[in-house]
């Protein structure tokens, strides 16, 4: 390695420098100060611990975005936590273990051994929030609420809403008696949103004609959900499964939409993000100018099962430095005080209780060598402000 080189990061790892660091700091204290008015308790779970508890229940994808280690300890495999959510489950069902809901929130970097998309980070700061213990359609409505306060905050202006549900596929799939392996071919090509090969796999794999007309018309249902509902009404009659599922996107929707009527609400019933862990409402925000969720969640009731507590649960997570990045939030700029470096007890006095004031002074020998809005400057015997 030259001595070039060993200035180069990994790719998909950055650092943050001036002033965007202070940008995502003020950022973060806003965020959870939010978080913590709505009644949200602050968790801060380990970075590293062992693999078999930190992967437990959540299927492949995380497993490949998992560094993994040797504890040189106990000699068991552990890892990075490259997802918050299966280890505040883990803390709901077994270190916390209240009776009733419980609402935790978390900010932490998180790290991912492969970045989930071109635009990703390898070290997202993961922000986010769950409610535990509460199956209804009021935790649903109050988690993507929260979501969207949480945009607002950032300065997100031109944030959309995409609501889906699992449990649509769900019931058509089991309705059908389709193999988990034909579920994974077509979650797969509803992925890609290829409207003929969708309809290619469905004239080959599903006989039923009731149950090939619904398979085809779930991937037609995207777009704005109020143009819907004569498909949506559609698809209770061919398969009346479906039709508890329906009812409560659409009842979400009409509560999410009379809170924020200034947001842009979609339907995507093709949307099977994170198929194998979610098992009911899937949601998303997306922007103008970035083609990844800027923030998404769901329904996962199951995940705290494998820790011996299977509660309801949904949450939503996003990444701080992304929300720094797009948000339009004003940050506070304070001015720089520049005092000169000498030992004179007044001066330090001075220099003291401005900053518990909460100024910002820099003391520096060579005062013209540092940026000053404000010099620190003894006139009449006296330390005053003066202007730079």
Known sequence: MTSADRWLLPDGIEEVLPPQARRI???????????????????????????????????KDLDLRTFKVIDQLSGRLMGLSADTTPQVARIDAHSLAPEGTSRLAYCRTVFHAKAGSLLASRTPTQIGAEIYGEAGQSADVEIISLMLALMAAAGMDQAHLDLGNVGVFRALADKAGISKEQQAELSDLLKLKCAS???????????????????????????????????????TQLVPETAAELEHIQQVAERVAARFPQVPMYFDLTELRGYNYHTGLLFAVYVPGYGDPIAQGGRYDETGAVFGRARPATGFSADLKVLARFGTFVTEEKQTIVAPDADDEALWAEISALRAAGKRVVIAADQDAVHADLYLKKQDGQWQLVEA
């Not at 100060?33 to 709505?38: F, I, P």
């Open 197 to 235: 090969d969708l309809e290619a796999w469905v004239a080959r794999e599903v006989k039923q004609p009731e149950l090939a007309e619904a398979f085809v018309l779930l991937t037609r249902l995207q777009g704005d959900y109020k143009l819907l509902e004569a498909s949506i009404a559609r698809m």
């Open 25 to 59: 700091e003020q950022l973060r204290r806003r965020l959870l100060d939010l978080l913590d008015g709505w009644g949200y308790d602050l968790v801060i779970p380990p970075t590293l611990e062992y693999l078999d508890s930190l992967l437990t229940g959540v299927g």
